[in-house]
């Protein structure tokens, strides 16, 4: 499978993330929730960079930077594919990856204005249900 560029990456140039960033970390998430399993190859850097209107140069960095942490490989005259590695992450350690830096900044604002463990898990419990 490979993804389609124009529905499986949005860039945004207000967000103050680097765009770079943004690209590897949709493409982390789309790892981490199964949408890309192993073996599975990317779309081009031509493809990407020109989907989103990037440098293609963006998107290259991107993918070294992916390529040099062990999420994805070069297939030599293929492109890029997500890597199958024995003791790599699992899909659940990925997510966990993926949402603590959220969840990190959250517990810091709890503890700010006061808020119990109880408290906060209460509120996330409610507002998770009312996503449902």
């Known amino acids: 499978m490979v993804l389609d560029p124009k529905t499986s ?8 993330v680097p765009i770079y960033r943004q ?5 982390k998430i789309h790892i981490a929730s199964g949408r890309l399993k192993e073996n599975d190859f990317l779309p081009s850097v031509r493809q990407i960079a020109k989907e989103l209107e ?4 963006t998107v290259s960095k991107a993918y070294s930077l992916l390529e040099t942490a062990g999420r ?5 005259g293929q492109g890029m594919r997500v890597r199958s590695v024995e003791g790599a992450a699992t899909p ?12 990190k900044e959250i517990i810091g604002k709890a503890k700010q204005i006061s808020l119990s463990k109880e408290e906060l898990i209460d509120t996330i419990r409610t507002l998770w249900e009312d996503q449902q």
């Open 72 to 76: 994805i490989e070069t297939v030599r």
């Open 54 to 57: 990037v440098n293609p140069m």
């Open 92 to 103: 659940l350690q990925d997510r966990n990856e993926q949402i603590a830096p959220l969840l």
């Open 9 to 16: 990456f949005s860039i945004s140039t207000s967000s103050g």
């Open 23 to 27: 690209i590897m970390d949709q493409i």
